[in-house]
């Protein structure tokens, strides 16, 4: 990839990968935060009445953690959620955990 996926472009590609998941009856995934860093970002997700505060147990799902997308290349990755981000963040970055996409 010759420019770099602005912030704008990837959050778009992650609520690509959202609409391949089969929602929550009568509910959606959203974009809940975005957090930058110097390679990219990690942007986190949830259906949208979770992330509206419902904590009612048919509105709660098992979620995974946020999606990586590296601003020069566009690869995507799935953090898990057992850990931290920054600990699927350092095995992403040095190739130990497995991207979903790269635009290259």
Do not use: C
């Not at 048919?58 to 981000?85: I, N, W």
């Not at 600990?87 to 996409?101: C, D, F, N, T």
């Amino acid at each position: 990839m010759s420019r770099q996926v602005s912030e704008r472009e990837a959050i778009e590609i992650v609520r690509d990968f959202l609409a391949a998941w089969e929602p929550p009856l009568d509910d959606e995934w959203v974009v809940t935060e975005v957090r930058p860093f110097e390679w990219g970002w990690a942007i986190s997700w949830a259906n949208r009445r979770y992330a509206e505060g419902s904590r009612e147990p048919k509105d709660t799902y098992a979620e995974k953690g946020p999606y990586l997308v590296d601003r020069m290349s566009g690869a995507v990755a799935l953090a898990g959620s057992a850990h931290p981000v920054a600990h699927y963040i350092a095995l992403w970055r040095s190739g130990e955990w497995p991207e979903v996409s790269s635009r290259e």
